[in-house]
């Protein structure tokens, strides 16, 4: 099992380490092309195009930490680095939230 290692890119946006769920108003939808994410808060819209992405998105829940989805997932520690980011990405947008005690 590989590592994601630490950037500072993604460190001052997101901790890898916390426990991540889809945001309890986010809605993802199966499509062709990967998913949509709908958040229905905020009314923003998401699309996953990377059926990777989409996988680490949908067991976040199954996971200890962000870390350890993505390795879970099966990624090279590139596409770990890529995935990591838009994570952050997603956190930053509300689509994903840590989770907290009451939620695990």
Not at 24 to 43: I, N, S
């Amino acid at each position: 099992m590989t590592a994601v290692p630490d950037s500072p890119a993604v460190l001052t946006s997101f901790d890898l380490d916390r426990a991540w769920d889809v945001h309890p108003q986010v809605a993802v939808r199966p499509e062709p092309f990967g998913a949509l994410l709908y958040h229905f808060g905020t009314r923003r819209l998401s699309f996953l195009k990377d059926p990777t992405l989409l996988g680490v998105v949908t067991t976040l829940s199954d996971h200890p930490s962000a870390r350890a989805a993505l390795a879970a997932s099966g990624a090279d520690v590139p596409q770990q680095r890529r995935l990591a980011r838009a994570l952050a990405t997603l956190a930053s947008t509300d689509m994903i939230t840590a989770r907290t005690e009451a939620s695990s």
